[in-house]
């Protein structure tokens, strides 16, 4: 199986911090399978980087950034475009949960004043892997598997 998942969940230190979110429980169910890491983040602005969060506009749901206000999202989309591009035969997308980008069922969003809308939506990335019905969950759901 050909799995689409997380960079930061497989060690590599990408996130906002240059931390990572290495999951060894993750990493042991899936050994037996081809796994294609992915950041939009850190391929779009670096590691590391100001925080972003999902907030909803007039325009729809954008990624903006915490420190400036600016619209980060055209990047994160080229790149998931990109990404599922080249790699049409995905199986299966695993997320960070609660990430902006990655997450599934948990990113969440808010409104323009910073109040919390709701924490079970999708971010960027996995919107367009969903637009191409491929199936997603979020890493830590995948745990209880």
Not at 121 to 133: D, F, S, V
Request: glycine share 6%.
């Amino acid at each position: 199986m050909k799995i689409a998942i997380s960079a930061c969940l497989l060690g590599t230190p990408c996130r906002y911090d240059a931390a990572n979110n290495k999951n060894e429980i993750l990493l042991k169910k899936l050994q037996e399978h081809q796994l294609i890491p992915f950041c939009p983040e850190d391929f779009a602005f670096g590691t590391p980087r100001p925080t972003m969060d999902l907030v909803r506009t007039n325009l729809g749901d954008k990624a903006l950034s915490n420190e400036t206000g600016e619209d980060l999202s055209p990047p994160v989309i080229s790149y998931a475009q990109t990404f599922f591009d080249a790699h049409s035969d995905i199986d299966l997308v695993i997320g960070k949960d609660r990430s902006p980008s990655c997450g599934v069922c948990s990113a969440r969003v808010y409104n323009e004043e910073k109040n919390l809308l709701s924490s079970t939506q999708t971010g960027l990335m996995i919107r367009e892997a969903k637009k191409r019905n491929i199936d997603c969950i979020d890493a830590e759901k995948f745990e209880g598997f």
